[in-house]
């Protein structure tokens, strides 16, 4: 095959600058010596206006596989859902203006349990698709057992294993 190139036009503009916006610190990447998916919540295309975001599914589906999977053991989480009784608990994104029992917008609202009789119904996930990864109040703000477990499985999926072949 042969190479081929165009000819750049002279009023055709550059692509927009893309940037991602992570979970993990500088230091976390370099440890593991690379960026993973997992880790990026999302890009920024243009002018890095709130608008212009793009969210990572692979970022969403972590953060809803790894609440699923550590909330409803939480001793604090099943304290709430104790007092609950009947209906459904909810998980804030604790950046939300007015703190989690205030008036939260829905892309603060990250996902929600079915509460029973004061125990978590871990069957009954509701993950919120109106909840955004990052809003003009940041990034996620997690309660620290949700994003330290957050950043292990992060950890976990990035390093090779020999069932990926790594």
Not at 42 to 69: C, K, M, Y
Not at 90 to 118: C, H, K, M, W
Not at 153 to 164: C, M, V
Request: contains cysteine.
């Amino acid at each position: 095959m042969w190479p081929f190139h165009r000819k750049r036009s002279a009023c055709a503009e550059p692509p927009p600058s893309r940037r991602v916006v992570s979970f993990l610190s500088p230091e976390d990447i370099r440890v593991l010596g690379h960026l993973p998916e997992e880790a990026v919540l999302g890009s920024l295309v243009g002018d890095g206006a709130v608008e212009r975001f793009q969210p990572n599914p692979a970022f969403i589906a972590l953060l809803h596989d790894t609440i699923r999977r550590v909330l409803p053991l939480d001793t604090g989480f099943q304290r709430a859902a104790a007092e609950q009784g009947d209906g459904w608990l909810y998980v804030i994104d604790l950046r939300t203006p007015e703190g989690p029992q205030g008036n939260v917008p829905p892309e603060d609202i990250i996902s929600g349990f079915e509460v029973n009789a004061g125990k978590i119904n871990a069957e009954k996930y509701y993950a919120n698709d109106k909840y955004l990864a990052w809003t003009r109040n940041g990034v996620p703000r997690l309660p620290p057992s949700l994003s330290g477990a957050l950043l292990q499985a992060i950890k976990e999926r990035a390093l090779p294993t020999p069932a990926r072949g790594g």
